[in-house]
C-alpha cells in the first residue's frame, strides 16, 4: 500500500489510488480505505462514497479471474441468460459471488461496447465474442490449466 500512495502526492489523485489499490488486491478493504484516506486527510465517508458510486470498484474480494458478463441488449437476446446459466453450472455460482478456492467471480454489466459480437464474456482483460455453449466449458478449463501449470 505504502508503494502505491509514494507514487501519488495529490488527493485529486485518488481515483488513480482507488484503482492501483483495487488491482493489486483485488478489491478495496477497509483497512486501505483507512489507509488512504489518513494519507491524503480526507474523511473515510468520502472515499467510500466514490467507491459505491463507481461500478469498477468492489468492497469485496474478487477471484483471480473475473468473468463479466454482458447483459445488454444484444447480448441478452443473443443469450446472455444461458451464458451465465452455464457459468453457474461450471462453477457453481452466481453473478456477485466468487469460488470457494477465489480462482473466478462472476459478473454481469449493461453493456461492453461489442454489441457486434454478442453475446460476449470479458475475462480480466480478454473477450470472449459469438459465444456458443459448448464453448464455454473450455474456455473456463483453460483458465483452470493456466493456474495449475504455475
Known amino acids: ?13 485518488v481515483i488513480a489510488v482507488l484503482q492501483d ?9 477497509e483497512e486501505n480505505l483507512r489507509k488512504i484516506s489518513q494519507h491524503y486527510q480526507i474523511s473515510y465517508a468520502y472515499l467510500h462514497s466514490i467507491v459505491t ?27 446472455s ?14 453473478p456477485g459471488q466468487t469460488t470457494a478456492d477465489e480462482m473466478f467471480s462472476v459478473e454481469t454489466v449493461a453493456c461492453l461496447g461489442v454489441c ?21 466449458s473450455g474456455i473456463v478449463e483453460s483458465y483452470k490449466k493456466q493456474e495449475s501449470e504455475k
Open 1 to 13: 500500500m505504502d508503494e502505491i500512495l509514494s507514487r501519488y502526492k495529490k488527493p485529486s489523485d
Open 21 to 29: 489499490t483495487q488491482e493489486k488486491f483485488s478489491y478495496l478493504s
Open 53 to 79: 458510486f463507481y461500478k469498477a470498484f468492489s468492497l469485496v474480494k474478487k477471484g483471480k479471474n473475473v468473468i463479466r458478463v454482458c447483459d445488454g441488449t444484444a447480448c441478452h437476446i443473443k443469450g
Open 81 to 94: 441468460v444461458k451464458i451465465l446459466e452455464e457459468l453457474h453450472r461450471l462453477l457453481g455460482i452466481n
Open 116 to 136: 457486434a459480437i454478442a453475446p460476449v464474456m470479458l475475462i480480466n482483460d480478454k473477450y470472449y465474442g459469438n459465444l456458443q455453449m459448448g464453448e464455454i
